[in-house]
Structures are given as C-alpha cells and as structure tokens.
C-alpha cells in the first residue's frame, strides 16, 4: 500500500466514522444518557477534525481527496444504551486498526500524525468500556 492508498484508506474509515457517531448521538439523550452522549460528541468532533486534516494531507500530496458515500451500513440493532455504547466501540477499533496501517506505509509527519490520532482512537476506545491494549490498532 502506498502512503496515499493509506491516506486515502484513513479518509474513508473517517467519513464513515463521522456519519456513524452522527447517527449514534441522535439516539442518545444528553439529559438521560450525559456521558455517553458527552462521549459521542468529543468523538465525532475528533473525526470530523481529522476527516478535514486527512482531506489536506492527501491534497498536499496532489491526490484527490475520496469523497463520503452517500450513506453507510449501520450496526443492526441500537435499541439500547448497551447496543450503541458497542457501536461506538465497534467503530472506534476499526478506525485505530485503519491508523495502524497508515503508520505502517508513512513515514515523518505523516507518521507522527497518525500516532497521535491512533493514541486518540485508544483512549476514545476505554471511555466506550474497551479494554486496554499493549498495541492497539495492531493485529498482534
């Protein structure tokens, strides 16, 4: 994978990550829910500030940012604060995993860059009830 491919991979994973925390707050209440929905909207003001700092990587680097889908698969049920708890969980995984990939094919700032947002995506992961990881984002 080249660094784009990998910059290119990060910026779809946070356009999806943007619309699904999105979608997770609304169906939370900050009055009867004030900590998760607290933690929905620290996260996706995360994603939507890194969606836009990836959107400039890729174009410094003269590639065409990959543009939101229209619309993205949700989880299937979220019926309780449990099921969208694991939601937001569940995402947060898959998007460290996606920052692990692109340390692996950056290099410099790019890789400096992409430390930061997983260590981010790590602790976002405990205040969704993760579990500490000594690699997280890594398969081993």
Avoid: C
Avoid at 25 to 44: C, D, F, H, I, W
Avoid at 110 to 128: D, G, H, I, K, Y
């Amino acid at each position: 994978m080249t660094p784009l491919d990998a910059l290119q991979a990060a910026l779809a994973a946070e356009h999806a990550a943007v619309y699904l925390t999105g979608v997770l707050g609304a169906q939370t209440s900050k009055a009867e829910q004030p900590v998760l929905y607290g933690s929905l909207l620290r996260a996706y003001r995360a994603h939507r500030r890194r969606r836009d700092q990836l959107t400039v990587l890729i174009a410094g680097r003269g590639g065409v940012p990959v543009s939101a889908a229209v619309a993205y698969e949700l989880p299937a049920a979220l019926d309780t604060v449990s099921d969208v708890n694991d939601a937001a969980l569940q995402l947060e995984r898959r998007i460290a995993t996606t920052y692990g990939q692109l340390i692996e094919n950056t290099t410099g700032a790019e890789r400096r860059w992409a430390l930061v947002a997983l260590e981010n995506s790590a602790v976002v992961q405990l205040e969704f009830r993760g579990t500490p990881e000594m690699f997280p984002g890594s398969s081993n």
